[in-house]
């Protein structure tokens, strides 16, 4: 292949290939798929790995698991570690097999003698990572060779141009609910123009026709003709696509919404749980090759940030954008975390399992205290002001470096510092930070520092730059750059997108939270 640009547009894992969809520069879309070997990470006592090295080499375990290799390697495994460990890195060629293999592996220890990472992440996420590129982002190809073009901390967000379509099933039982079940009488695609450029939504095109095989073929083609980039549905995981998955099963012809052949098949099953006594469904995660099925109904995200939000927040946490349209604010948090992590070269455990520290019944009384709300005096006022803590608790975490590894270092111990010691605070963004602390790490001991916690017997490191710091600092520059670009109340900077499949406002829900 002869060197061509584009943007990534989708990372997914099909069978034991990795599949990279990228558009291009004029507008082609084309894919890379690429045979992979993914590893885990197993640590325990040096006897024990050896052992388990010789077991995996066995036959059967070839036969179950893909050719299985097994190294030494050195990693860090838990933040603020400055001592590498030996572990034992098990790779194989048939990434679908990874988690039933750390299953394995972990009942080979009796479930408590073997330590194992690299096993929870998305392989969308580490496939990426090792590339060096990241979703939506620049690229240049090169011999099959991927090369990132800008970094996915650029304040100066280039959206890429893709183009956007609206689907729509009209089945109604006779209750007057839309269900995937009901008979099907039309089908609407409403094209939507392109992210960033055009936002007006052009004429819909209705499909609508007795003869189901010919509804089917319209369709199709109208699909062809159109090629959306991304593809919007209004619940859709629950009723519209199983509706055009249950016609293209009854005329028994394919249904074409994908890239390629294969078209529908769920990524993950539909379940049921209780939470807080009330009973919630999460549907089946039907996922599109090629293009972007982005569920309204299913996507907080996207209903708060736009298309446009949603580029950006998959750009920072590495995950595909329809993984991460369906999940939660706390799981893409977490994604962030272990993508950093990744970064950092830290081992990411599989089955977290660090208790929190002891406290008597007086330090509980001091620590938990919750928030304090205060009662608003009742009626009409004017000259009312409104005051931004400008993040306030994600501030408090990157100025005052909290995280689990700088939590009471002994490197940093107020009892052994002088009692004038200077205020040990870093700097809010992270390159002011990190060049802070260097800055204190030539310095020695000349200007002592300490950073307590008030009312508590608990202070935090002012010598290295905290791991959650790191995480949620780009988190409060990216929302101070896009506040600042608000002219008045209300207006597209400020809250959520007018158009929600535009996404024509970047302040995703993330930098409010943040």
């Known amino acids: 292949m002869t060197e061509v640009s584009g943007w990534i547009l989708d990372c997914h894992q099909d069978g034991d290939e990795m599949v990279t969809w990228?558009?291009?520069?004029?507008?082609?879309?084309?894919?890379?798929?690429?045979?992979?070997r993914v590893a885990l990470h197993v640590s325990a006592d040096i006897n024990r790995l050896e052992q388990l090295a010789l077991w995996l080499d066995r036959?059967?375990?070839?036969?179950?698991?893909?050719?299985?290799?097994?190294?030494?390697?050195?990693?860090?495994?838990?933040?603020?570690?400055?001592?590498?460990?030996s572990v034992l890195a098990v790779s194989t060629n048939r990434p679908s097999k990874l988690k039933r293999l750390a299953e394995v592996i972990d009942a080979r220890g009796n479930w408590h003698h073997h330590e194992l990472y690299s096993v929870d992440q998305k392989m969308a996420q580490r496939h990426l990572l090792e590339k060096e590129v990241h979703p939506f982002g620049r690229i240049k190809i090169s011999n099959n060779k991927l090369t990132a073009l800008d970094s996915r901390t650029d304040m100066s967000l280039e959206l890429p141009p893709l183009t956007i379509a609206h689907l729509f099933t009209d089945c109604y039982d006779d209750h007057g609910h839309r269900t995937a079940s009901a008979s099907l009488k039309r089908i609407i695609i409403t094209p939507r123009g392109t992210l960033g450029e055009d936002e007006n939504p052009g004429n819909p095109i209705t499909i609508e026709c007795e003869n189901e095989e010919e509804m089917l073929r319209l369709l199709n083609l109208r699909m062809m003709e159109i090629d959306p980039d991304v593809l919007i549905t209004d619940a859709g995981d629950s009723i519209d696509l199983p509706a055009l998955r249950r016609l293209s099963e009854r005329v028994g012809q394919p249904l074409h919404l994908s890239r390629n052949s294969e078209d529908l098949v769920p990524r993950t099953r539909g379940r049921t749980a209780w939470s807080y006594g009330n009973l919630l469904r999460k549907e089946s995660y039907h996922a599109l090759q090629g293009r972007l099925h982005i569920d309204m109904a299913g996507s907080f995200i996207v209903r708060e940030g736009g298309i446009a939000g949603l580029l950006e927040l998959a750009r920072m946490s590495g995950l595909s954008g329809q993984d991460i349209s369906r999940l939660s604010p706390g799981s893409a948090i977490s994604a962030?975390?272990?993508?950093?992590?990744?970064?950092?070269?830290?081992?990411?455990?599989?089955?977290?399992?660090?208790?929190?520290?002891?406290?008597?019944?007086?330090?509980?009384?001091?620590?938990?205290?919750?928030?304090?709300?205060?009662?608003?005096?009742?009626?009409?006022?004017?000259?009312?002001?409104?005051?931004?803590?400008?993040?306030?608790?994600?501030?408090i975490i990157a100025t005052r470096n909290i995280s689990p590894e700088t939590m009471n270092c002994s490197c940093c111990d107020p009892k052994t510092e002088p009692s004038d010691s200077a205020d040990g605070r870093l700097p809010l963004l992270v390159a002011d930070a990190a060049a802070e602390i260097e800055h204190r790490l030539r310095a020695g001991n000349e200007i002592p520092m300490t950073m307590k916690v008030p009312e508590l017997n608990l202070h935090t490191c002012t010598l290295r730059h905290g791991f959650l710091g790191r995480v949620v600092s780009p988190i409060i520059e990216r929302r101070m750059q896009l506040k600042s670009k608000r002219q008045k109340k209300g207006d597209v900077w400020d809250g959520r997108p007018k158009c929600t499949e535009m996404g024509t406002s970047y302040l995703l829900w993330i930098y409010r939270i943040s």
């Not at 990228?22 to 992979?36: A, N, P, Q």
């Not at 036959?59 to 460990?85: I, N």
């Not at 208790?355 to 009742?378: C, H, M, N, T």
Request: with cysteine.
């Open 22 to 36: 990228v558009k291009l520069d004029d507008c082609k879309t084309i894919s890379l798929r690429e045979k992979w």
């Open 336 to 395: 962030m975390q272990m993508r950093q992590a990744m970064e950092d070269g830290v081992l990411v455990p599989w089955k977290k399992n660090r208790p929190e520290d002891v406290k008597d019944g007086l330090e509980l009384l001091a620590a938990d205290r919750g928030g304090l709300y205060l009662e608003p005096v009742v009626g009409a006022h004017d000259t009312v002001v409104e005051l931004d803590f400008a993040s306030l608790f994600p501030s």
């Open 59 to 85: 036959a059967e375990m070839h036969y179950e698991f893909g050719e299985l290799q097994t190294r030494f390697e050195r990693h860090l495994v838990e933040l603020g570690a400055t001592r590498a460990r």
